[in-house]
T-cell receptor, first 116, second 114 residues
Framework: AQKITQTQPGMFVQEKEAVTLDCTYD???????LFWYKQPSSGEMIFLIY??????QNATEGRYSLNFQKARKSANLVISASQLGDSAMYFC?????????????FGPGTRLSVLP | DTGVSQDPRHKITKRGQNVTFRCDPI?????LYWYRQTLGQGPEFLTY????????KSRLLSDRFSAERPKGSFSTLEIQRTEQGDSAMYLC????????????FGPGTRLLVL
């Protein structure tokens, strides 16, 4: 079974609009962390935002916010005021428990295209 | 530049040759990870080190793959007798080892096996 599901292979958004990228996850461990990374065409994975399973508030980092709905096991990324430079692949990832390595898994990604 | 660096950025080799990639993590990070990413997919875990100890290896890592981190600083990933199926982007990441465990990635090494 997929640990991380990203149901949107591709998304388009108009410049300056907000966009939500979906992520659902599957774990039975009460302690976990959720991450979003951006991968431009250059290939480097850029860390955007983190949400811990015990965090009470939704994480925010500048124009990025994470809509964390624990009961639904979803961790959607919201990008406000999209910019042309936001065009990239976006990956949701999860760390299960306090163990690392194989317990850090990525979703298949969503390609975001920002239109001028 | 204090980020994760990888060398080379691109490598083209013929099937059957050996290749070695290097990763230099962020200097104070004690954990180092290797991933493989094929086109259109998310990264897949290969192995990780805490300091110089290799703590975990994926079953994806066949006997032809070996990784080292001899002094707990830089790491090398070697692929012996390369196959066309090894063509991929090889990503290295490092982390501080805190509870959040954010991994910071290098630019990757893109391998093409002909």
């Amino acid at each position: 079974a997929q640990k991380i599901t990203q149901t949107q292979p591709g998304m388009f958004v108009q410049e300056k609009e907000a966009v939500t990228l979906d992520c659902t996850y599957d774990t039975s461990d009460p302690s976990y962390g959720l991450f979003w990374y951006k991968q431009p065409s250059s290939g480097e994975m850029i860390f955007l935002i983190y949400q811990g399973s015990y965090d009470q508030q939704n994480a925010t980092e500048g124009r990025y916010s994470l809509n964390f709905q624990k009961a639904r096991k979803s961790a959607n990324l919201v990008i406000s005021a999209s910019q042309l430079g936001d065009s990239a692949m976006y990956f949701c990832a999860m760390r299960e428990g306090d163990n690392y390595g194989q317990n850090f898994v990525f979703g298949p990604g969503t390609r975001l295209s920002v239109l001028p | 530049d204090t980020g994760v660096s990888q060398d080379p950025r691109h490598k083209i080799t013929k099937r059957g040759q050996n290749v070695t990639f290097r990763c230099d993590p962020i200097s104070e990070h004690n954990r180092l990870y290797w991933y493989r990413q094929t086109l259109g997919q998310g990264p897949e875990f290969l192995t990780y080190f805490q300091n110089e100890a290799q703590l975990e290896k994926s079953r994806l890592l066949s006997d032809r793959f070996s990784a080292e981190r001899p002094k707990g600083s830089f790491s090398t990933l070697e692929i012996q007798r390369t196959e066309q199926g090894d063509s991929a982007m090889y990503l290295c990441a490092s982390s501080l080892g805190t509870s959040q465990e954010t991994q910071y990635f290098g630019p990757g090494t893109r391998l093409l096996v002909l």
